[in-house]
């Protein structure tokens, strides 16, 4: 299963909602999505940056469910989506390259 890390944050060309009233039920319904995806466990980890404006959450799934998830929230928020490979994983892959690129160089 793949790990994904979201950067998010608030698109001012959305059509936000100018009554009190309706912004705070748009909220809620989108705090409710975000619930029910950590109820999930899509959704790992998600907070706030302190602007209040934006964020980042890390999530797990196949690449279907996070587009599906960020998409969710589209028009009100912009994402960008990096897949997540693990540190050890990382380190094997450029052992093994270094040791190509030295037997060639040899």
Sequence with gaps: MARFL???RMNPMAPWPKDPDEAAKLREKMWAGIDSLLKKGEV???AYFLDGTSGYAIGEGEIAD???DVSMFTPYYVSEVHEIMPYEKGKEIL???WKAQTATNE
């Design 6 to 8: 979201t950067l998010w």
């Design 95 to 97: 052992r093994a390259l």
């Design 66 to 68: 996070i587009f599906r």
């Design 44 to 46: 790992k980890e998600f």
